[in-house]
Every structure is written in C-alpha cells, then in structure tokens.
C-alpha cells in the first residue's frame, strides 16, 4: 500500500525536477535558438503535471487514512460506551443516589463537582 509519505517523496522528487527545469529556463535568451533551454521548459511542464497528479493521489491516500482513522476511533468510542452503558445497567441508580453538591452550603461532596460548585474555606 502507498502511503502519504510515499506520495510525498514523489511530489518533492518533481518540485525537484520542476526547479532544475526552470533554472534553465530562466537562461533563455530569445535572439538564438536554444533547444536545450525548450526542452527545459517541456521538462518543467511534465514535472508540473506529474507533481498535480502526485498531490491528487495524496489527497486520496490522506483521504482513506483518514477515514480508517476515524473508524477505528469511532469503533474504540463505542466500546467504551457500550461499557459505561453496562455499567449503569448493571447499577442504575448509583450515581443518582449520590448528590454531586450540597448547594445549600456549597460543598462539594464527590470529586469533580468543584468545577462548578465552589469548595469551602478549609478550616
């Protein structure tokens, strides 16, 4: 399988090549013939194209890891909901029976509900 730094390699591999064609290319002179310097400007074009077509296939290999990522993330999420789901089948009311806060006071009575409701001033 190709992966994006394979695609990646590939498109450097062109940028390359482009950047050699255009240093030619650059040299022209236009009152002589040059079929060097043309062929430069042929290669620069092939390398662009190349290069396109280089970005196109690493957007659709990016594009399918992507996808397989999230799926697989998607497939972990739903395991471990699938196990707090069980959890609270199994003991539904747990967490209900116990007050997070007591609001009159303010007093945090399990953890995490500090976020919201302040501790007191130690004593």
């Not at 079929?35 to 280089?54: E, F, G, H, I, S």
């Not at 003991?91 to 953890?111: E, F, V």
Request: with cysteine.
């Amino acid at each position: 399988m190709t992966t994006t730094s394979d695609h990646l390699a590939d498109v450097s591999e062109q940028l390359a090549a482009l950047a050699a064609a255009m240093e030619v290319w650059a040299t022209r002179d236009v009152s002589k013939p040059q079929p060097q310097v043309r062929q430069a400007a042929n290669d620069a074009m092939t390398a662009l194209d190349t290069a396109l077509d280089d970005l196109h296939e690493l957007r659709r290999t990016l594009d399918a890891e992507m996808f397989e990522a999230d799926r697989i993330q998607d497939a972990r999420v739903n395991r471990i909901l699938a196990q707090i789901a069980a959890f609270h089948s199994y003991q539904p009311n747990i967490l209900a029976a116990i007050p997070q806060a007591d609001h009159k006071t303010g007093m945090c009575i399990i953890g995490g509900c500090h976020d919201h409701v302040p501790f007191p001033a130690s004593a």
